[in-house]
């Protein structure tokens, strides 16, 4: 099937052949036309399905059908190839928190052939500059609330062109609604080919420089088949709800693509959530799947047994917890709360979704789970060889999806030999199941979210006290992770409560604010080899 998307921006920047992943479709469901558009799948024939007169997309003032959002959604298209001029292939930069706003425009994104580029509501100006300079948007869909930080982006990065608003509170002329009103909602989804790019998913890099992953129409309908299909098992009368973004794929797939695949719905808040708000409206709502890290889970539990002691057991029946490591005190407490055995999982946004796990009655304490029907994976040595059963090891994946780093020398790293290698450390028993060690790298993961040491570490240099200085990821009981920093200071400075407080705000106002340093130690050096390179081994043994 040819492409359809005459901007060949993306798939002239994707591995070459020999570094690409090699991709298994063994089940009879992983078999896919050569034309696919994932919108048109999941969206268009949702009303062959049975779903069209099913609520799809919720919050506190609006619940929206699948036939609602269908023609909101072609509304938007038409916004974006008539209005805007848009071709197939063109990238659109999507900002904005989990909303309904921010669900249709993306949907609208890809149902016309473009490529959705979706990032966080709290990356500053310099982050969302390297995003854009990356991707090459002319135009992006923001919520009115996130204009300023994405408008300090542009004026550094002019390719982007227009910026368009959406989630306003009033009719404001130029709004994505606005413009939308006006159109007819005659939109024929864009024929893309199965292997067509439907999103571009940016992951923070150990290296400092942020990686972006590049998925296709048929990545995202395998992911669906696989963990959804064998392991989830949602149903069309699930209700959904969760705070992982959807600007990362885990958030993207468990709030939007997977529910919509299933004929579920899903909530959405009008205020982020907090451990408590989430604990309330898991009863108001009627909540049956929740999505969300560890340590969230770990927050919420004593609200939640505080409210099933009051008004009984919420509708809860599926807890699915990813991002970071799982730690069975976090299990246990959240059992005790809810009656309910948490679904773990390891993903990827390299491999869009989930592909270890294992759900009750077939989970073993202390382990992840099984591969996931669809995947094959194998714990192995550093060159490749697979260990045996009860050897740690590192961890190799192959799949119907697989890692295509958008122009990066880093898809060697990844991608070896056809394997993708997700720098993740193992250990499989003999029955199968994959137990959890470490990270490989020097990545941070910190209540579900990834920072890159190299990255915290030139936030506090720019500040005029630090000389030099190191970050690690230090182990926490509540967050998995803290990211701590270790800072050898310019004379004239003094290392004490009132310094940490100033380059922590440093940090928070200059990336996001999950970033910052937790801890900070001062040092008189930090430890180096004979070379210079700053031993972060011996950081974390201090």
Same mark, same amino acid.
Request: aromatic fraction near 8%; hydrophobic fraction near 45%; glycine fraction near 8%.
């Given at each position: 099937?040819?492409?359809?998307?005459?901007?060949?921006?993306?798939?002239?920047?994707?591995?070459?052949?020999?570094?690409?992943?090699?991709?298994?479709?063994?089940?009879?469901?992983?078999?896919?036309?050569?034309?696919?558009?994932?919108?048109?799948?999941?969206?268009?024939?949702?009303?062959?399905?049975?779903?069209?007169?099913?609520?799809?997309?919720?919050?506190?003032?609006?619940?929206?059908?699948?036939?609602?959002?269908?023609?909101?959604?072609?509304?938007?298209?038409?916004?974006?190839?008539?209005?805007?001029?848009?071709?197939?292939?063109?990238?659109?930069?999507?900002?904005?928190?989990?909303?309904?706003?921010?669900?249709?425009?993306?949907?609208?994104?890809?149902?016309?052939?473009?490529?959705?580029?979706?990032?966080?509501?709290?990356?500053?100006?310099?982050?969302?500059?390297?995003?854009?300079?990356?991707?090459?948007?002319?135009?992006?869909?923001?919520?009115?609330?996130?204009?300023?930080?994405?408008?300090?982006?542009?004026?550094?990065?002019?390719?982007?062109?227009?910026?368009?608003?959406?989630?306003?509170?009033?009719?404001?002329?130029?709004?994505?609604?606005?413009?939308?009103?006006?159109?007819?909602?005659?939109? @024929? +989804?864009?024929?893309? !080919?199965?292997?067509?790019? #439907? %999103?571009?998913?940016?992951? &923070?890099?150990?290296?400092?420089? $942020?990686?972006?992953?590049?998925?296709?129409?048929?990545?995202?309908?395998?992911?669906?088949?696989?963990?959804?299909?064998?392991?989830?098992?949602?149903?069309?009368?699930?209700?959904?709800?969760?705070?992982?973004?959807?600007?990362?794929?885990?958030?993207?797939?468990?709030?939007?693509?997977?529910?919509?695949?299933?004929?579920?719905?899903?909530?959405?808040?009008?205020?982020?959530?907090?451990?408590?708000?989430?604990?309330?409206?898991?009863?108001?709502?009627?909540?049956?799947?929740?999505?969300?890290?560890?340590?969230?889970?770990?927050?919420?539990?004593?609200?939640? @047994? +505080?409210?099933?002691? !009051?008004?009984?057991?919420? #509708? %809860?029946?599926?807890?699915? &917890?990813?991002?970071?490591?799982? $730690?069975?005190?976090?299990?246990?407490?959240?059992?005790?709360?809810?009656?309910?055995?948490?679904?773990?999982?390891?993903?990827?946004?390299?491999?869009?979704?989930?592909?270890?796990?294992?759900?009750?009655?077939?989970?073993?304490?202390?382990?992840?789970?099984?591969?996931?029907?669809?995947?094959?994976?194998?714990?192995?040595?550093?060159?490749?060889?697979?260990?045996?059963?009860?050897?740690?090891?590192?961890?190799?994946?192959?799949?119907?999806?697989?890692?295509?780093?958008?122009?990066?020398?880093?898809?060697?790293?990844?991608?070896?030999?056809?394997?993708?290698?997700?720098?993740?450390?193992?250990?499989?028993?003999?029955?199968?199941?994959?137990?959890?060690?470490?990270?490989?790298?020097?990545?941070?993961?910190?209540?579900?979210?990834?920072?890159?040491?190299?990255?915290?570490?030139?936030?506090?240099?720019?500040?005029?006290?630090?000389?030099?200085?190191?970050?690690?990821?230090?182990?926490?009981?509540?967050?998995?992770?803290?990211?701590?920093?270790?800072?050898?200071?310019?004379?004239?400075?003094?290392?004490?409560?009132?310094?940490?407080?100033?380059?922590?705000?440093?940090?928070?106002?200059?990336?996001?604010?999950?970033?910052?340093?937790?801890?900070?130690?001062?040092?008189?050096?930090?430890?180096?080899?004979?070379?210079?390179?700053?031993?972060?081994?011996?950081?974390?043994?201090?």
């Amino acid at each position: 099937m040819k492409s359809a998307q005459t901007d060949r921006f993306v798939h002239d920047r994707l591995p070459a052949a020999d570094q690409l992943p090699q991709l298994k479709f063994a089940l009879p469901e992983l078999q896919f036309p050569a034309q696919l558009n994932l919108v048109e799948e999941l969206l268009d024939k949702a009303a062959k399905k049975g779903f069209a007169d099913r609520p799809m997309l919720r919050s506190p003032k609006v619940t929206l059908t699948f036939a609602d959002v269908q023609y909101r959604v072609d509304r938007m298209a038409q916004v974006l190839v008539d209005d805007l001029g848009l071709v197939p292939g063109n990238r659109v930069l999507l900002r904005g928190g989990n909303s309904i706003g921010m669900a249709l425009a993306w949907l609208a994104v890809v149902k016309a052939g473009l490529i959705a580029v979706a990032t966080m509501p709290l990356l500053r100006a310099k982050e969302l500059g390297e995003i854009i300079d990356k991707s090459q948007p002319t135009v992006a869909l923001c919520d009115a609330k996130l204009l300023e930080e994405l408008q300090g982006a542009q004026a550094q990065y002019p390719v982007l062109k227009t910026i368009v608003p959406f989630n306003v509170t009033a009719n404001e002329a130029g709004s994505l609604a606005v413009r939308a009103s006006l159109k007819s909602g005659n939109f @024929k +989804a864009c024929p893309t !080919a199965a292997t067509d790019i #439907a %999103l571009m998913a940016f992951t &923070s890099g150990t290296t400092g420089q $942020p990686k972006a992953a590049v998925h296709t129409h048929r990545d995202v309908l395998a992911a669906c088949e696989t963990w959804p299909r064998h392991v989830l098992k949602a149903t069309p009368d699930d209700i959904v709800m969760g705070s992982p973004p959807l600007a990362f794929t885990f958030g993207l797939g468990g709030l939007l693509i997977f529910p919509m695949w299933a004929g579920a719905s899903v909530y959405f808040p009008d205020v982020p959530y907090t451990p408590e708000g989430m604990a309330g409206l898991m009863f108001e709502v009627g909540a049956t799947i929740c999505y969300t890290a560890p340590t969230f889970y770990r927050q919420m539990a004593p609200f939640v @047994k +505080a409210l099933a002691q !009051a008004r009984g057991k919420p #509708a %809860l029946r599926i807890c699915v &917890s990813a991002g970071e490591a799982l $730690p069975d005190a976090t299990r246990q407490l959240w059992k005790d709360a809810t009656g309910i055995e948490m679904l773990d999982g390891i993903g990827a946004t390299e491999m869009f979704h989930i592909f270890i796990s294992a759900a009750p009655p077939d989970m073993r304490r202390g382990a992840i789970g099984k591969v996931v029907p669809g995947y094959t994976a194998k714990v192995v040595d550093d060159d490749g060889a697979e260990q045996p059963r009860g050897t740690v090891g590192k961890l190799a994946v192959i799949g119907p999806t697989g890692c295509k780093y958008l122009g990066d020398a880093r898809q060697g790293n990844y991608v070896q030999n056809g394997w993708n290698h997700p720098g993740d450390a193992f250990l499989q028993d003999a029955d199968g199941y994959f137990f959890y060690q470490a990270r490989t790298d020097d990545m941070i993961i910190t209540a579900g979210y990834n920072v890159g040491a190299p990255e915290v570490e030139d936030a506090l240099l720019k500040h005029p006290a630090v000389a030099e200085c190191g970050v690690i990821g230090k182990p926490d009981d509540a967050r998995g992770m803290i990211v701590k920093a270790f800072c050898v200071l310019r004379p004239g400075f003094t290392g004490d409560d009132a310094l940490v407080k100033v380059l922590q705000d440093h940090v928070k106002a200059s990336i996001a604010p999950f970033k910052y340093p937790r801890e900070i130690e001062f040092m008189d050096k930090l430890p180096r080899t004979e070379t210079g390179k700053l031993q972060r081994f011996k950081l974390k043994s201090l």
